[in-house]
């Protein structure tokens, strides 16, 4: 029987893995997981009586992989979606609603803007201009920053594409690869009007029965998890299990060496681990793939904090009704993002008492990690105070720090990304490099580079 190893127990690892055992019944597939528990940073654990994500709670449902995966698993009865659908921005201290028409943060709905006071009206006006079609086209991938600046000014950019942005993988949005990170504004950028562009998708799409954009469930996101890991061979997913070095065999195979226990051989190995750990992997299994590991060390990376606090609604000044806000770096707070995530989600919802999951830190700002946790949720909750209006201490908290958790994608990154897996596989077929560090965050993406990883092992192995 041949074997695949998968190193990275993961969302990407873990679909890789039950492709191969769905697919391939005739292959052993072994996964190697550092950490404690299987996930990376899918993570579900009990807060305040409720089932409360420690890191992403929901996922893009309108990107299919995720929840195809999903159906396959028997566990798609179960998804949910946000009950609400509007969220705020800190603007000059004052929490505003978010206008109708936005995508990634780009106003297609002007008036709306307008009249939401978040952009003054030289803002708009400025935005406005895009409608004159005069865009020349970028003839390559570029930065966030470089795309909306250009096309509609600094103030848009500043105040809406920069907070939701860098929400999303707490970075810098002016260095942000376009193609990697927003792929929606990549698909318009070379059009004469961003706005037209985005208008007409819109229009296009008007036709089809509308369908929720995120998804998530009850029980948390590690639901996934769970019903990946039950999917296989109970022995399969090996938690606790660091792998140390990968070498090419004689006649063909590797040789997986894993801390304080046996050497494994396999016919193949999916990489699935963040790209530091996936460096120095490459870098032992041949001298000649330095500039593949030298180009994954220097992939830079951003930590963050959530702090998951349960208040009583009767200590806020704020009505908590939308789905949280953004906090954009001018407003100069520890905080960069709040869900109110007992009004996002109908099963969290209890009368008097919320649950709110809070962002801290970003990319060039670990600051708020290395606080203790009574001094972060202190810094946490005097933000609070001033952008809520709450009151004394909350009734709950719990503090994750997850570092080095987000990679940070810079225009021509996926060509990079690409040259570094195509390297690899041409050195020694049947080693496949993947995973967040390469093509998309998010589970969707993490799926979809999963089933890749799984299909060209797959056919590498039936030759």
Not at 104 to 115: C, F, I, M, Q, S
Not at 141 to 166: H, I, K, N, Q, W
Not at 290 to 319: C, I, K, Q, R, Y
Request: glycine share 12%.
């Amino acid at each position: 029987m041949a074997r695949v190893v998968i190193v990275g127990g993961g969302i990407t690892g873990l679909a890789a893995a039950h492709r191969i055992h769905r697919d391939h019944p005739d292959v052993e597939v072994v996964v190697l997981e550092a950490g404690e528990r299987p996930g990376g940073l899918v993570s579900t654990t009990p807060f305040d009586g409720l089932a409360v994500d420690a890191a992403a709670d929901a996922f893009l449902a309108r990107v299919p992989e995720a929840v195809a995966l999903c159906t396959e698993l028997g566990i798609a009865d179960q998804l949910v979606h946000p009950a609400v659908g509007s969220a705020l921005v800190l603007s000059g201290g004052v929490l505003r609603r978010l206008p109708g028409g936005l995508v990634l943060g780009v106003p297609t709905d002007l008036e709306a803007l307008e009249a939401s006071g978040i952009v003054s009206p030289a803002g708009v006006a400025r935005a406005r201009m895009d409608l004159e079609g005069r865009g020349a086209p970028f003839g390559g991938d570029v930065s966030v920053g470089e795309l909306v600046r250009t096309r509609l000014g600094d103030e848009v950019m500043d105040a809406l594409v920069a907070p939701l942005l860098g929400g999303v993988n707490a970075g810098d949005a002016d260095a942000l690869s376009v193609a990697a990170g927003a792929p929606q504004l990549a698909a318009v950028a070379d059009a004469p009007s961003l706005i037209a562009a985005l208008r007409a998708e819109a229009s296009a799409a008007a036709g089809s029965a509308p369908t929720p954009v995120f998804a998530g469930f009850p029980t948390g996101t590690a639901t996934l998890v769970d019903a990946l890991v039950g999917a296989l061979d109970p022995a399969s997913v090996r938690t606790g299990s660091p792998v140390t070095g990968i070498t090419a065999t004689v006649g063909g195979g590797f040789s997986i060496e894993v801390a304080a226990a046996d050497t494994l051989t396999a016919e193949a190995v999916i990489v699935a681990a963040p790209a530091h750990a996936t460096a120095s992997l490459v870098a032992g299994l041949d001298t000649g793939l330095g500039g593949v590991a030298d180009g994954l060390a220097t992939l830079e990376w951003a930590s963050v904090a959530m702090v998951t606090l349960a208040v009583n609604t009767d200590d806020l000044d704020h009505p908590l009704d939308a789905s949280g806000y953004l906090v954009p770096v001018a407003e100069r707070a520890t905080v960069t993002a709040v869900s109110f995530a007992s009004t996002k989600w109908a099963h969290l919802h209890r009368p008097g008492r919320a649950v709110l999951r809070v962002s801290a830190g970003h990319a060039g700002d670990a600051s708020p990690l290395d606080l203790d946790d009574e001094s972060l949720v202190a810094a946490v909750c005097t933000d609070l105070a001033s952008q809520l209006g709450l009151r004394g201490r909350p009734a709950g908290w719990r503090v994750n720090r997850w570092r080095d958790a987000l990679p940070q994608y810079r225009p021509g990154h996926l060509e990079r990304a690409a040259a570094w897996q195509r390297d690899t596989w041409a050195a020694h077929p049947g080693v496949w490099l993947t995973g967040a560090s390469f093509a998309g965050l998010g589970l969707p993406a993490c799926v979809r580079q999963g089933n890749e990883a799984a299909r060209r092992v797959g056919d590498h192995l039936s030759r």
